[in-house]
């Protein structure tokens, strides 16, 4: 069987990181895949699907430091579905992406810490139109 998933597409709010209680970090963000066709009518129709990523350990630390909202990243992961009880006890479920390897694919938006590095060691290239919608 394979699990696996590539996706190119922008940053939807700047990555949030947490530290699971062995002191592993993870780190959560959405990314927007946008698609454009014309319709049955020849009009142009614009669709964005958002995914929710989750990356580890180093990785993990790479997102958090380096992507920012906006930024045109590639990711490579597998989908996984999970359930929790919340605090009110309602069953809670999502799909997301564990993504194991990101790559950078423009320098707008620069890291938090400047440059544009991937979890590869590449630097990316490009620029971003001023019209991205967030």
Known sequence: MLN?????????RD???????????VC?????LDENYKNKSGE???????????????LA???GNYLVKGKLVYLEGKIQTRSWEDKEGVKRSTTEIVANDMKMLDSKGQAKSEGPYSAA???GAGDVPDDVPF
Do not use: D, H
């Open 61 to 63: 630390e790479i997102c």
């Open 15 to 25: 990555p949030e990181t947490k530290y699971l209680p062995s002191g592993e970090p």
């Open 121 to 123: 060691g590449n630097t």
């Open 28 to 32: 959560n963000f959405s990314i927007a």
């Open 44 to 58: 142009k129709v614009s669709k964005t699907e958002w995914v929710n990523i989750v990356t580890f350990r180093k």
């Open 4 to 12: 696996q998933c590539n996706f190119i597409g922008r940053v939807g």
